[in-house]
């Protein structure tokens, strides 16, 4: 059971290029969940999913899209990158209802 | 906008004291978690309570909440090396409705010293 997990680890992009995040999960979560943290912050929610094929919009969603084609994966795009950009991203998951979330280890990116 | 501001936002004590991090909020709330991330790591959940809680214990964690102070209080006793992390609140707001959206503060860095 290898709980939450993402890929990849670490990233390095030019402004402009694009990417693509992978997290999945092998706890057949309804609810998962996309943020970042940036330094001396807390999580900012950029988008979420309360199940196969639904997305909706965070706090922080611009720059940002998403995909919840299969249960167990949520994907997050970014078009063109940009410096702004740079954060730790984490990937999330949770029951339906009410709990705690799972995490996974976190995706370094950095744009230059 | 944070939801949620700890304080202190850093605590440093020796091992074996006690280290209790505080949470206050501003909108109604279904529950309040704690979570700890160690350096470099993804966040682990510690503990959740909710609204109509009080007070929860998990092992050395004792979590108090304030409704109408909108507070919230960790308390870890007997504190170890291990321990050294940060600590951060999450609501779960009433407003997110069955989203079950979590809001975070900015956490509190704990440091204990050996």
């Known amino acids: 059971n290898a709980g939450v997990t993402q890929t990849p680890k670490f990233r390095v992009l030019k402004t402009g290029q694009s990417m693509t995040l992978l997290c999945a999960q092998d706890m057949n979560h309804e609810y998962m969940y996309w943020y970042r943290q940036d330094p001396g912050m807390g999580l900012r929610l950029i988008h979420y999913s309360v199940g196969e094929g639904t997305t909706a919009k965070g706090e922080v969603p611009d720059g940002y899209n998403v995909s919840r084609l299969k249960k167990q994966n949520f994907l997050l795009g970014l078009e063109s990158a940009a410096p702004s950009q740079t954060s730790v991203y984490f990937c999330?998951?949770?029951?339906?209802?009410?709990?705690?979330?799972?995490f996974g280890p976190g995706t370094r990116l950095t744009v230059l | 906008s944070q939801q949620g501001e700890e304080d202190p936002q850093a605590l440093s004590i020796q091992e074996g004291e006690n280290a209790t991090m505080n949470c206050s909020y501003k909108?109604?709330?279904?529950?309040l978690q704690w979570y700890r991330q160690n350096s470099g790591r993804g966040l682990v959940h510690l503990i959740l309570i909710r609204s109509n809680e009080r007070e929860k214990h998990s092992g050395r964690l004792r979590v108090t909440l304030d409704t109408s102070k909108k507070s919230s209080s960790l308390l870890i006793t007997a504190s170890r090396a291990a321990d050294t992390a940060s600590y951060f609140c999450a609501t779960d707001q009433i407003s997110s409705g069955s989203a079950r959206q979590l809001t975070f503060g900015s956490g509190t860095q704990l440091t204990v010293l050996p």
């Open positions: 999330a998951s949770s029951f339906v209802g009410s709990g705690g979330q799972f």
């Open positions: 909108t109604s709330i279904n529950n």
